[in-house]
């Protein structure tokens, strides 16, 4: 499974953007990048995700880097609910274990007001 | 939608004791996944179900670990006898289906510990 690289903390003052980076220097032609989030207690949430192209949704905005071996999750006006361990997980379309998500250590994102 | 549901939320046990695991998916979706989490480990897949049937249990630590889903809406993750190593929080999560971009909603956990 190809594996991805982020910084173990970052820190951020409220209401103001964070960029997430997350190297994937292995990763092939048909893998998703997908981001999830888990706040304290609780269960990790969806953030989003994408292929190659720069993708927008309500909680964050996506960036992903011509080459893909890296990407960059983007929020941008951190609230204090924002605070959070952030993962970004690949997801390879063609094999059997594509169901799988699969977890590294993540971001810790800590927002300071 | 209520959400996947766990319960209990928290369990304290004895070594040895038997311990069992509940999650209700959201309505409709059609995979179930159990994890569990710990400091030293992170987020483990333990075994993922499609359709009411197991697909990969190549995470289930050992025998002392099995799942269940005798219907769409109902899935337990039962060990027997439980250990003090086996002390995580094991979450439940579900999917529509198992395509590539199917996103996985979270239950809130149960928190074990195995004394």
């Known amino acids: 499974d190809a594996k991805t690289t982020q910084p173990n903390s970052m820190e951020s003052n409220e209401e103001e953007p964070v960029h997430l980076p997350c190297n994937h220097s292995t990763i092939s032609g048909t893998d998703y990048i997908h981001w999830y989030r888990q706040l304290p207690s609780q269960g990790p949430e969806y953030v989003i995700h994408?292929?190659?192209?720069?993708v927008n949704n309500r909680m964050a905005s996506l960036a992903i880097a011509e080459d893909r071996k890296s990407s960059t999750l983007i929020l941008h006006r951190a609230t204090l609910r924002d605070a959070a361990v952030y993962y970004c997980?690949?997801?390879?379309?063609?094999?059997?274990?594509?169901?799988?998500?699969?977890w590294g250590a993540g971001t810790k994102l800590i927002i300071k007001p | 939608d209520a959400g996947v549901i766990q319960s209990p939320r928290h369990e304290v046990t004895e070594m040895g004791q038997e311990v069992t695991l509940r999650c209700k998916p959201i309505s409709g979706h059609n995979s179930l996944f159990w994890y569990r989490q710990t400091m030293m480990r992170g987020l483990e897949l333990l075994i993922y179900f499609n359709n009411n049937v197991p697909i990969d249990d190549s995470g289930m630590p050992e025998d002392r670990f099995s799942a269940k889903m005798p219907n769409a809406s109902f899935s337990t993750l039962k060990i027997q006898p439980s250990e003090p190593r086996d002390s995580a929080v094991y979450f439940c999560?579900?999917?529509?289906?198992?395509?590539?971009?199917?996103?996985?909603?979270f239950g809130p956990g149960t928190r074990l510990t195995v004394l």
């Open positions: 994408g292929l190659t192209s720069n």
């Open positions: 997980i690949l997801r390879d379309v063609g094999r059997d274990s594509n169901y799988q998500l699969i």
């Open positions: 999560a579900s999917a529509q289906g198992y395509i590539i971009t199917d996103t996985q909603y």
